[in-house]
């Protein structure tokens, strides 16, 4: 069984209706409609192709991709715990 790695895209609309347009590109897991931005799944290896067509669409603002790769994931005890 293979393990797919996917990223986590943040596109700002500038209007929520055109939510249903963007479903075709990947999975949407949230929506906030007060500041005009979608939370969609894709897999990892097409999400550049993926934020080029997003760009080119007339109602996307701005494309933020998933922090999470660059956070540190692993934590070792600080010099003053170790007392």
């Known amino acids: 069984m293979n393990i797919i790695s996917r990223t986590s895209l943040i596109i700002y609309l500038k209007h929520m209706k055109h939510e ?19 939370v969609l799944y894709v897999n990892e290896a097409d999400a550049d192709d993926v934020v ?21 994931k692993v934590y070792e005890k600080e010099k003053h715990e170790l007392s």
């Open 20 to 38: 249903r347009q963007i479903r075709k590109f990947g999975h949407i897991v949230a929506t906030n409609k007060q500041k005009k931005y979608v």
């Open 52 to 72: 080029n067509k997003l760009m080119k669409l007339k109602y996307v603002r701005n494309i933020d991709g998933s922090p999470y790769k660059y956070l540190k």
